[in-house]
């Protein structure tokens, strides 16, 4: 291949010497600012979640019927995604659904009741969840053509976007009120596809003839029955890992300032110093493969962010609850992207966009189960939830171990 490489660059006129690199690290950087911009929005939402909350005078359980509507929009959006994908391609898909991002962000602020806020995260929901299956394929496709492990560099960046989205909410928490907030984050989301979007729409997505003609590249109606078990298994452990991220996300800033008792910038630095984990996880993901392995990497990152859960959800101080937090973002930061990029060995794209739509079905799903948890127990019990979960991804990335050869 580098030989290949280097008689392209010596061809004259440059046929696909410099061109294709130049075109693939274009796409690389703009895929990765919609990888941001998708945390970073989410993370403005979900640390403005108490306040709305406090807005609209819901409970617990309505809040987490409320929040279903994220999860409503997204599941719809993502059975219809893969096929707008392939009508008008996914970087078109990306760009469109970052625009209706951003201006959906605005809505939840202008709620005062919990049935008009479930309504405005339909559509939240719809643009998050379309934007994530996406991103994704797009990002898969890119790492087919670099055959390069950079998978967990796009989900280092959405958390450090979240990193960034969750900072700036906890600066901002007591100045601003979340209209205003909310609608900053609109302006700032529209202007960075303004940016970026014209890049993914300018080159298609690249094709690596070798996987055109391979069984698991083939559509997923064609899997065998074998197939369709292991990307379910890697899906399920993309779910155990994602309920967690979402349950943080929505719950954690509220376990903080309810439970206890920490001041509403506090309780927002939650989220941002869990995504600050995650994302220093991510950045180190490929060196971490390289020497543990994927079976290795999921145990590791599964028993990790169970242990860490459990002290973020029992802990009696909110700095304790905090350290949990980040052991608990260490270990969950690789465990989706193994698992998408082992669905993806055993069925290709179509196997990548399975395990990525239960896995975020997981994220959206999972804030919902918090909150009747929370009032039927408590919510620090019901936290604890995330660590049973993460404790079952590493059993199940155990039990999996040498699937990803099955064809």
């Known amino acids: 291949m580098p030989q290949l490489n280097k008689l392209r660059t010596a061809l004259p006129g440059g046929l696909g010497g410099n061109t294709a690199p130049l075109s693939s690290a274009r796409l690389r950087t703009a895929l990765t600012v919609f990888f941001a911009l998708d945390g970073f929005l989410f993370a403005g939402w979900v640390v403005r979640i108490p306040a709305i909350k406090q807005q609209t005078g819901a409970s617990a359980s309505t809040l987490g019927l409320a929040l279903l509507g994220v999860s409503a929009g997204a599941v719809v959006t993502m059975t ?18 970052a625009v209706l991002l951003s201006l959906s962000i605005a809505l939840p602020a202008q709620t005062h009741s919990a049935l008009s806020l479930g309504l405005v995260l339909l559509v939240f929901g719809a643009a998050y969840g379309g934007m994530n299956v996406a991103m994704n394929s797009a990002a898969v496709d890119l790492v087919s053509a670099l055959r390069r492990p950079v998978m967990p560099s796009f989900h280092a960046a959405f958390s450090l976007g979240g990193m960034l989205g969750a900072g700036l909410g906890g600066l901002v928490a007591g100045g601003l009120s979340p209209s205003t907030h909310l609608l900053v984050l609109t302006g700032i989301g529209l202007l960075v596809t303004a940016f970026a979007g014209p890049v993914l729409l300018r080159h298609p997505a690249p094709v690596v003839p070798e996987a055109v003609n391979t069984p698991a590249a083939g559509r997923p109606g064609r899997l065998s029955g074998r197939a ?18 979402g349950a943080l996300a929505d719950w954690g800033a509220l376990h903080l300032e309810q439970d206890l008792h920490a001041r509403p910038g506090v309780a927002a630095a939650g989220y941002s110093l869990f995504a600050l984990a995650m994302t220093a996880g991510r950045l180190s993901g490929t060196v971490l493969l390289e020497r543990l392995g994927q079976t290795r990497t999921l145990v590791a990152g599964g028993a990790t962010a169970a242990a860490g859960m459990l002290l973020g959800s029992l802990a009696p101080t909110a700095w304790l609850a905090l350290l949990g937090f980040a052991v608990t973002g260490l270990g969950l930061a690789n465990i989706f992207p193994v698992a998408v990029g082992r669905a993806g060995e055993v069925a290709g794209p179509g196997g990548v966009a399975a395990a990525s739509t239960l896995g975020y079905g997981g994220m959206l799903l999972g804030p919902p189960a918090i909150g009747f ?3 039927w127990f408590s919510l620090p019990v019901a936290l604890t939830t995330v660590a049973v979960l993460a404790g079952a991804a590493a059993v199940l990335g155990y039990g999996a171990r040498g699937a990803a050869q099955a064809r």
């Open 80 to 97: 219809l995604t893969g096929r707008l994908c392939h009508r008008f391609g996914s970087h078109a898909v990306t760009a469109a659904c």
């Open 228 to 245: 369709r078990r292991v990307v379910l298994l890697f899906g399920v452990i993309a779910l155990c890992t994602a309920y967690g991220e």
């Open 373 to 375: 948890l929370a009032d």
